[in-house]
C-alpha cells in the first residue's frame, strides 16, 4: 500500500485564500521533496527539505518538515489562478543514503476559483 | 538540452499486444525510474535503475520489464498488454550525490499516455 500519505486529495478554493496540502509517513525519511503537475503536464521539482524542523519559503508557498522527519507540509499563502494543479510529496524511504527509489504521496489536486 | 524524451506521446494497444515505451536523458544522470499515474493514485514506481546494468522493482512491477544497458537509456516493455495497464507513464531521471540524505531531485519526461482495449 501507499506508504507515503497525503491529504486532503482535493481542495477547491477561492483566488486570495489559503492552502495547506500535508503528508506524512510511518518511517522516518531521509528527505522529502514537494513537486508540482499542471493540468496535462508533467510533475515538476518545486524543492526539497532535509533537516528536522526545517522551514523554508518560496515566494508565497512556505515548505516545512517535522521534527521527526515523519511529516511535511506546503502552505500556499494568497492563492493564484496560476496555482491551480497537483501538489506532490516524494520521499526515499528506504535506507539513509541515494538510493533511487522515490515513492510519491497521493497529490492533493488544487482548484482555484477567480 | 533536451533533457527526458519519451515516445511514443500516446498509443493505443489491445490486449495481449505487447510494445516497449521508449526513455532517453542527454543529463548523464545514474538514477532514471519508471511511473505510472492513475486518477487519485499518484504516482506509482514500477522500475528503477541506479546506473548501467542494474535495474530494481518498484511498488508495481507485475507486467512490466526494464533493462539499462546505457547511461542514457531505459526503456519500459509491456510483455502482454492488458486493460489495467491503460494509465499515463512518466519516465524521470536523477542525478547522484556521493553522501546525499535520499535521492536528488527528479526530472521527468511529458510522459506517454497509453489505452488498452
Request: charged residues 15%; neutral net charge; glycine residues 10%.
Amino acid at each position: 500500500g501507499q506508504q507515503v500519505m497525503q491529504i486532503p486529495q482535493y481542495q477547491h478554493v477561492q483566488e486570495g485564500e489559503d492552502f495547506t496540502t500535508y503528508c506524512n509517513s510511518s518511517t522516518t525519511l531521509s528527505n522529502i521533496q514537494w513537486y508540482k503537475q499542471r493540468p496535462g503536464g508533467h510533475p515538476v521539482f518545486l524543492i526539497q527539505l532535509v533537516k528536522s524542523g526545517e522551514v523554508k519559503k518560496q515566494k508565497r508557498l512556505t515548505f516545512q518538515f517535522g521534527e521527526a522527519k515523519k511529516n511535511s507540509s506546503l502552505h500556499i499563502t494568497a492563492t493564484q489562478t496560476t496555482d491551480v494543479g497537483t501538489y506532490f510529496c516524494a520521499a526515499d524511504l528506504h535506507g539513509s543514503g541515494n538510493t533511487g527509489k522515490l515513492i510519491f504521496g497521493q497529490g492533493t489536486t488544487l482548484q482555484v476559483k477567480p | 538540452n533536451a533533457g527526458v524524451t519519451q515516445t511514443p506521446k500516446f498509443q493505443v494497444l489491445k490486449t495481449g499486444q505487447s510494445m516497449t515505451l521508449q526513455c532517453a536523458q542527454d543529463m548523464n544522470h545514474e538514477y532514471m525510474s519508471w511511473y505510472r499515474q492513475d486518477p487519485g493514485m499518484g504516482l506509482r514506481l514500477i522500475h528503477y535503475s541506479v546506473g548501467a546494468g542494474i535495474t530494481d522493482q518498484g511498488e508495481v512491477p507485475n507486467g512490466y520489464n526494464v533493462s539499462r544497458s546505457t547511461t542514457e537509456d531505459f526503456p519500459l516493455r509491456l510483455l502482454s498488454a492488458a486493460p489495467s495497464q491503460t494509465s499515463v507513464y512518466f519516465c524521470a531521471s536523477s542525478y547522484s550525490t556521493a553522501g546525499a540524505p535520499g535521492t536528488g531531485e527528479l526530472f521527468f519526461g511529458e510522459g506517454s499516455r497509453l489505452t488498452v482495449l
